[in-house]
């Protein structure tokens, strides 16, 4: 009996062992398949850095002086408005203002106002006389000047330009003023300028907005924008001749309809985002998105020629596609059948849009699979150029137009709150669209538009909305 179980128990052991080895077996095959992928993603995450310089770590909480003195002066007693005596001995010049077509020997003195200019790129100030009507209560504006403003229209325009277009911060501004005109504003004073510019441009931001709607071609883009601590986007939507932009909104559909709606008639052309979908009827899918993806998976991968082999294909298609967008001559009939030969040419590129990804397929494997699966599922929407030769292929106007948002983004230039948001998308659509349309564009030849707009009570964009609901009406 003893031995009996002596040997149950050997046997009982040795099978102990070898449960021990099988378990040592499988955690020696998990041990090289973790150090397999810290490998691989230490080696992604080296060409990640290459590729793109690490930011610098931001802090929650600011330690600095100047940010605790700030907050000390924030606390004391404002020195309130500058004495009126200081004002009258800044005084350059002297100018009457009068009712329009009204005798100066009718008029009698309404009150007086000091403004601030810019004169062949210096700071002017000049005391405004402003007469009345004999027996009537209304003063006429001054031209140039913002209304109940102490600065020149070209001071505000200029500080919104260098926000705004340029996107330079605020402060900076500040300082670039008062180094080349002399013109010091602190920083109550340049926020109210905008506000006030603002407030003066918003009837020409809505304006903009039906002027895009009515447009046949509309270029949609969109970034990462933050406003406070909430993390939206900026958008922007561009056409030939007008730009608007949205700063501090959401990714969804519930932007595209404060601007476009689902009945939109032109084209739109986009990258790949899925809230384009099925929003529009007529839709390009940007051609540049496509091929950058496969540039990099060619260069980051030379040896595997099949990347190779997809770009230079699907490149030749897309030369031989802006061909014949260019040929003037073809007819309808003609483009439609050469659009379907195209999309014939790309489902037989795209040999793997039915393989089935796993979660140990590599990287560069998904991202080229999953590339070929979205030309097949957008294929519809990439040869609009073709059937439509004023389309453009890429979205390069839109993607130009978010360039300097980006780089303001990563400067930590975004909007505080949703008023500053709103701020910035009125006044970057109104001198964007400015510039679009003033062949000469500068301070001069802006001001001299805006002071006609205050004086005729007609702006170019009325003008040119007028023109386009004209054009658009069934009559």
Request: aromatic share 8%; glycine share 4%.
């Amino acid at each position: 009996m003893p031995e009996v179980w002596y040997l149950k128990e050997i046997r009982h052991k040795d099978k102990e062992i070898r449960d021990l080895k099988q378990q040592n077996a499988q955690k020696d095959e998990r041990i090289a398949e973790l150090e397999h992928e810290n490998e691989r993603l230490q080696e992604e995450l080296k060409q990640y850095a290459m590729a793109k310089q690490a930011k610098r770590p931001r802090f929650s909480q600011n330690f600095s002086l100047s940010h605790h003195e700030q907050k000390e002066r924030k606390q004391q007693l404002s020195p309130g408005r500058t004495p009126k005596e200081e004002k009258l001995s800044s005084v350059q010049r002297e100018e009457n203002v009068y009712p329009n077509g009204v005798s100066p020997v009718d008029c009698v003195l309404s009150h007086t106002r000091i403004v601030t200019h810019i004169r062949d790129g210096r700071k002017e100030v000049v005391l405004y006389s402003i007469y009345k009507k004999k027996r009537c209560n209304d003063t006429p504006d001054v031209p140039g000047v913002l209304p109940r403003g102490e600065y020149g229209l070209e001071v505000a325009v200029t500080l919104a330009f260098l926000v705004y277009v340029i996107e330079i911060s605020i402060k900076q501004a500040q300082d670039i003023l008062l180094f080349f005109t002399g013109i010091d504003l602190n920083d109550a004073q340049a926020n109210r300028l905008l506000s006030q510019l603002e407030s003066l441009w918003n009837p020409e931001f809505e304006k903009l907005i039906t002027l895009v709607t009515l447009a046949c071609l509309v270029h949609i883009d969109e970034t990462g924008w933050k406003t406070g601590k909430e993390r939206n986007y900026a958008w922007i939507f561009a056409t030939l001749a007008h730009t608007v932009f949205l700063y501090g909104k959401s990714r969804g559909e519930d932007t595209l309809d404060t601007i476009l709606s689902r009945e939109f008639p032109g084209t739109v052309i986009t990258d790949f985002l899925s809230t384009y979908e099925k929003y529009f009827k007529s839709n390009q899918k940007c051609w540049a998105h496509v091929l950058r993806t496969v540039i990099k998976l060619m260069l980051l991968h030379p040896k595997k020629r099949e990347y190779r082999r997809f770009f230079d294909n699907l490149y030749a298609l897309f030369t031989e596609a802006k061909s014949t967008k260019k040929a003037a001559h073809r007819t309808e009939a003609q483009r439609i059948k050469q659009t379907i030969v195209f999309q014939e040419r790309l489902r037989t590129l795209c040999t793997r849009r039915d393989d089935r990804l796993s979660e140990n397929t590599p990287d560069d494997v998904r991202a080229f699979v999953n590339l070929q699966k979205r030309l097949i599922k957008y294929i519809d929407q990439m040869f609009t150029f073709v059937l439509h030769p004023e389309v453009e292929p890429t979205n390069n106007r839109a993607e130009q137009g978010l360039r300097k948002t980006a780089k303001a983004r990563n400067n930590y230039q975004t909007s505080k709150t949703a008023k500053g948001a709103n701020r910035r998308s009125v006044l970057s659509s109104v001198l964007t669209s400015l510039q679009q349309n003033i062949p000469c564009f500068s301070l001069t030849t802006v001001i001299e538009e805006v002071t006609k707009w205050r004086r005729d009570g007609v702006t170019l964009f009325d003008r040119q909305l007028q023109m386009a609901q004209a054009r658009a009406s069934p009559g």
